[in-house]
């Protein structure tokens, strides 16, 4: 006959690839979580290099800038949102120095490739799109379709061959 203490110890053995494959999957899915924040900032708050280019950009008279401090992976960011001269919204992301890491801007489903516009169709086809951006990232271009499906909010980012990039 089995004693109780050997029972529990074989059953709790048998559970430990178990728990150690949910403890592997878990801690990364919460740092990944916690990789990336961002907090509306007063514009006055940035630094003094990412003002000086965010000025540089060629914005309609009359509007105000929005401003967020991001952070990610322990790195800052500043995101300038405006309203460029065409009336359409533009996001700016810039390193602390003033450098460019991306923009984004207000485009239109017609006049983005045919193979983007279709994934971004396709995608957005149970909901309502809503809007299109173009993200350009250093040379590589994107384009996010922004859509309501179930009164839920919901982005898909695709390359120019169609390729999604990110749900």
Excluded: W
Excluded at 7 to 19: E, I
Excluded at 61 to 66: A, D, I, L, N, P
Excluded at 92 to 111: A, C, K, N, T
Aim: with cysteine; proline share 4%.
């Amino acid at each position: 006959m089995r004693s109780l203490a050997r029972v529990r110890q074989r059953s709790y053995a048998r559970g430990m690839p178990f728990r150690r494959a949910v403890f592997a999957l878990a801690l990364p899915a919460s740092l990944f979580a916690q990789a990336r924040t961002s907090e509306p900032i007063a514009c006055g708050e940035v630094p003094p290099a990412v003002r000086a280019a965010a000025q540089k950009q060629k914005t309609r008279k009359g509007t105000e800038s929005r401003c967020e401090k991001i952070t990610e992976n322990g790195m800052s960011l500043y995101e300038v949102k405006v309203i460029a001269e065409s009336g359409k919204m533009r996001e700016i992301v810039f390193r602390p120095d003033g450098e460019i890491v991306e923009f984004e801007e207000e485009g239109d489903l017609s006049q983005i490739p045919a193979a983007a516009r279709s994934a971004i169709e396709r995608a957005t086809a149970a909901g309502e799109l809503l809007k299109v951006d173009v993200i350009h990232r250093g040379s590589t271009v994107l384009y996010e379709g922004e859509y309501r499906n179930a009164l839920v909010k919901k982005k898909v980012i695709v390359d120019a061959r169609g390729r999604i990039v990110a749900n």
